[in-house]
């Protein structure tokens, strides 16, 4: 036992703060839900995006503003009910049956610290592709009126809530169970090495248990990091961009390219992950991270409530994209998509099969742990070249958008160039125009953030790792994400 109890120490030694230590993560666990509010009200189909009030800092009346956001009429109270909580809960209750009766993979897990592995349960994607065939079913038998588009679009924000505070309760949970996790564990439970500061708020947003699970009445374990992560929130990002798309429909009697477009190049990103379940053994979030807050909101909140946002914009202000714009943004896609996966395809082909004469020309530098890093092909290029197609991905998210921005006008205003609603209402870009681009572009952006701090932790964790031939390696390989800029 003395060797595991070892072990155990040095999987949750702190190794230092991180996201801007308990100041910046209790900014981030408290500050992003109100962000996610701030996207909902300032981009909404009552008045416009952004509301026409917010455009006019100098003459801005709360009064005003609530009328224009559709803020609830009994306030704070109305952005939660139990109803859509109670279905949002039986949506959750619906994938985890689906995770014990489909058929699953049983897959080993990577070595842990301790020395064991832990066996996870995949099916991810037939759970998926199973619920979106019942909601195929539906669409062809009722259309855009399908109970589970209407309701969705209906109850937006107060599912938002719902899933907030599934995603603070699941947290909290997590965090008080953590203080059980005892050294030499017969079931491989450890702390995670960046969870352990001991101090609070941090400890609660970065996660202090490394892989936590449940073991719930007739489901079974859950592996509750690995099973978030992939099923509740990345399907939701699908069923919301479907909604919209309904939405669209009843709003306008049409649906336009580019919602379509949208919502079938997300839908496929989503199923591609989730196809490839076993591929998440080996990321960071699985290998080094806790399950906290972090992964929590994230996972169930700020990846489909977020990432849906384009799909919302156009739900209420259609863009027609053409032959050509398609075209054009559907090239940028395949450059993203084939820079990623060339990238990750040739740098798996040489870690399993160094001689394959597919990779057999690849330079590379041995280090002292046994390890080769290339320094040629692709990897050659820039030390994290695969993120640079990973964001070039992300722009056609945006751009069919366009220049966004709308107002809202009431029915019979015959503004030049207006497109019209079935109730009459017409909406046009106006004085809006470019600055609905703070919601619809927020993902590139943010994207961007996310890869650059991706890659300062990879850096920080080889640096740490090879020592002297990790500088070695970057002195050859000197771009990190961007070659030539940076």
Same mark, same amino acid.
């Not at 009843?250 to 580019?258: E, I, L, M, Q």
């Not at 943010?446 to 890659?455: G, M, S």
């Given at each position: 036992?003395?060797?595991?109890?070892?072990?155990?120490?040095?999987?949750?030694?702190?190794?230092?703060?991180?996201?801007? /230590?308990?100041?910046?993560?209790?900014?981030?666990?408290?500050?992003?839900?109100?962000?996610?509010?701030?996207?909902?009200?300032?981009?909404?189909?009552? @008045?416009?995006?952004?509301?026409?009030?917010?455009?006019?800092?100098?003459?801005?009346?709360?009064?005003?503003?609530?009328?224009?956001?559709?803020?609830?009429?009994?306030? $704070?109270?109305?952005?939660?009910?139990?109803?859509?909580?109670?279905?949002?809960?039986?949506?959750?209750?619906?994938?985890?049956?689906?995770?014990?009766?489909?058929?699953?993979?049983?897959?080993?897990?990577?070595?842990?610290s301790s020395g064991g592995r832990l066996k996870y349960r995949f099916n991810a994607f037939s759970s998926a592709m199973f619920t979106l065939a019942l909601c195929l079913a539906g669409t062809i038998a009722q259309g855009a009126e399908f109970p589970v588009w209407t309701f969705i679009a209906d109850n937006y924000v107060q599912i938002l809530t719902a899933n907030i505070l599934i995603?603070?309760?699941?947290?909290?949970?997590?965090?008080?169970?953590?203080?059980?996790?005892?050294?030499?564990?017969?079931?491989?439970?450890?702390?995670?090495?960046?969870?352990?500061? /001991?101090?609070?708020?941090?400890?609660?947003?970065?996660?202090?248990?490394?892989?936590?699970?449940?073991?719930?009445?007739? $489901?079974?374990?859950?592996?509750?990091?690995?099973?978030?992560?992939?099923?509740?929130?990345?399907?939701?990002?699908?069923?919301?961009?479907?909604?919209?798309?309904?939405?669209?429909?009843?709003?306008?009697?049409?649906?336009?390219?580019?919602?379509?477009?949208? @919502?079938?190049?997300?839908?496929?990103?989503?199923?591609?992950?989730?196809?490839?379940?076993?591929?998440?053994?080996?990321?960071?979030?699985?290998?080094?991270?806790?399950?906290?807050?972090?992964?929590?909101? =994230?996972?169930?909140?700020?990846?489909?409530?977020?990432?849906?946002?384009? +799909?919302?914009?156009?739900?209420?202000?259609?863009?027609?994209?053409?032959?050509?714009?398609?075209?054009?943004?559907?090239?940028?896609?395949?450059?993203?998509?084939?820079?990623?996966?060339? @990238?990750?395809?040739?740098?798996?082909?040489?870690?399993?099969?160094?001689?394959?004469?597919?990779?057999?020309?690849?330079?590379?530098?041995?280090?002292? +742990?046994?390890?080769?890093?290339? +320094?040629?092909?692709?990897? =050659?290029?820039?030390?994290?070249?695969?993120?640079?197609?990973?964001?070039?991905?992300?722009?056609?998210?945006?751009?069919?958008?366009?220049?966004?921005?709308?107002?809202?006008? @009431?029915?019979?205003?015959?503004?030049?160039?207006?497109?019209?609603?079935?109730?009459?209402?017409?909406?046009?870009?106006?004085?809006?125009?470019?600055? =609905?681009?703070?919601?619809?572009?927020?993902? $590139?952006?943010?994207?961007?953030?996310?890869?650059?701090?991706?890659?300062?932790?990879?850096?920080?964790?080889?640096?740490?790792?090879?020592?002297?031939?990790?500088?070695?390696?970057?002195?050859?390989?000197?771009?990190?994400?961007?070659?030539?800029?940076?």
């Amino acid at each position: 036992m003395a060797p595991k109890s070892k072990k155990q120490d040095v999987a949750h030694s702190f190794h230092g703060y991180e996201f801007g /230590g308990p100041f910046g993560t209790a900014g981030i666990t408290f500050g992003l839900p109100i962000l996610c509010y701030v996207f909902t009200f300032a981009c909404n189909d009552v @008045s416009g995006c952004p509301a026409p009030s917010l455009l006019s800092p100098k003459t801005l009346s709360i009064e005003q503003l609530k009328t224009e956001v559709g803020w609830p009429e009994d306030g $704070i109270w109305g952005l939660a009910s139990w109803k859509a909580t109670g279905w949002t809960v039986a949506y959750y209750f619906f994938s985890a049956l689906l995770y014990r009766l489909l058929p699953a993979t049983e897959v080993d897990g990577t070595v842990l610290s301790s020395g064991g592995r832990l066996k996870y349960r995949f099916n991810a994607f037939s759970s998926a592709m199973f619920t979106l065939a019942l909601c195929l079913a539906g669409t062809i038998a009722q259309g855009a009126e399908f109970p589970v588009w209407t309701f969705i679009a209906d109850n937006y924000v107060q599912i938002l809530t719902a899933n907030i505070l599934i995603a603070y309760g699941l947290a909290t949970f997590v965090y008080v169970r953590s203080f059980s996790v005892k050294p030499g564990d017969p079931q491989h439970r450890l702390l995670a090495a960046g969870g352990c500061s /001991g101090n609070l708020i941090y400890d609660f947003y970065m996660g202090r248990e490394l892989n936590p699970r449940i073991a719930i009445p007739f $489901i079974g374990e859950i592996d509750i990091k690995e099973w978030m992560e992939l099923r509740p929130g990345m399907l939701g990002w699908i069923l919301l961009n479907c909604a919209f798309v309904a939405k669209q429909y009843r709003t306008f009697g049409f649906v336009s390219d580019s919602i379509v477009f949208i @919502s079938i190049v997300q839908a496929v990103y989503v199923l591609d992950g989730v196809f490839m379940e076993p591929a998440i053994l080996t990321t960071i979030d699985i290998i080094n991270d806790g399950f906290g807050f972090m992964l929590s909101f =994230g996972d169930l909140v700020w990846v489909p409530f977020v990432y849906s946002q384009q +799909t919302r914009y156009l739900s209420t202000h259609p863009v027609i994209l053409g032959w050509l714009g398609t075209t054009a943004v559907s090239v940028i896609l395949i450059t993203g998509f084939s820079v990623f996966r060339l @990238s990750n395809s040739q740098k798996n082909t040489f870690r399993t099969n160094p001689n394959d004469p597919r990779v057999a020309h690849i330079t590379y530098i041995e280090t002292k +742990t046994g390890s080769r890093l290339m +320094t040629s092909g692709w990897w =050659g290029i820039a030390r994290h070249i695969n993120y640079l197609g990973d964001w070039l991905q992300s722009w056609p998210y945006a751009l069919p958008t366009g220049f966004a921005g709308y107002v809202i006008l @009431s029915a019979g205003t015959n503004a030049e160039g207006a497109v019209k609603m079935l109730d009459g209402r017409e909406v046009v870009q106006g004085p809006a125009k470019y600055w =609905g681009m703070v919601f619809t572009y927020f993902y $590139i952006v943010y994207f961007a953030v996310l890869l650059v701090h991706r890659d300062s932790r990879d850096d920080e964790k080889c640096a740490k790792k090879y020592g002297e031939d990790w500088e070695k390696y970057k002195s050859i390989v000197k771009y990190k994400i961007v070659p030539g800029i940076y």
